[in-house]
Nanobody
Framework: QVQLVESGGGLVQAGDSLRLSCAASGRAFSAYGMGWFRQAPGKEREFVAAVAFTGGNTYYADSVKGRFTISGDNVKNTVALQMNWLKPEDTAIYYC???????????????????WGQGTQVTVSS
C-alpha cells in the first residue's frame, strides 16, 4: 500500500509564502509524475500544478502561474510546491497525488492520478 503525506500548510497573510511538501511511503512504486490539487469550501477539486518525471516538464493552472513553483524527485517520489504571493483565493485544502499508470487523461486531470494524500490546509487572510 502507498501513502502520500503532505506537510507545510498553515495560516498566512496575503502576500506571504508557503512551501508544501509531499512524501510517499509504503510499497515502492515508480511514478510517472506527481501533482497538486486543491479544494476550497463549496467548490470542486481543481488542478494546481504537476511535474512529469520523464522529461521534467511542469504544468500550472493559470491562476497560479508566476506565483507557484512545483519540483519533484522521481527517485524519492517526493514533490514540493513553493507558493509565493499568496492570495485569499488560494485558501483551500491542498492534496498531492501520484500517477503510476498513465491513462492519457493528462496531468491536469484528477482521473489520471492513482494515489492521493489526505490534504493539508492552507488559509490566506486578507
Amino acid at each position: 500500500q502507498v501513502q502520500l503525506v503532505e506537510s507545510g500548510g498553515g495560516l498566512v497573510q496575503a502576500g506571504d509564502s508557503l512551501r508544501l511538501s509531499c512524501a510517499a511511503s509504503g510499497r515502492a512504486f515508480s511514478a510517472y509524475g506527481m501533482g497538486w490539487f486543491r479544494q476550497a469550501p463549496g467548490k470542486e477539486r481543481e488542478f494546481v500544478a504537476a511535474v512529469a518525471f520523464t522529461g521534467g516538464n511542469t504544468y500550472y493552472a493559470d491562476s497560479v502561474k508566476g506565483r507557484f513553483t512545483i519540483s519533484g524527485d522521481n527517485v524519492k517520489n517526493t514533490v514540493a510546491l513553493q507558493m509565493n504571493w499568496l492570495k485569499p483565493e488560494d485558501t483551500a485544502i491542498y492534496y498531492c497525488a501520484a500517477v503510476v499508470t498513465w491513462e492519457s487523461h493528462g496531468l491536469g486531470y484528477a482521473d489520471e492520478y492513482d494515489y492521493w494524500g489526505q490534504g493539508t490546509q492552507v488559509t490566506v487572510s486578507s
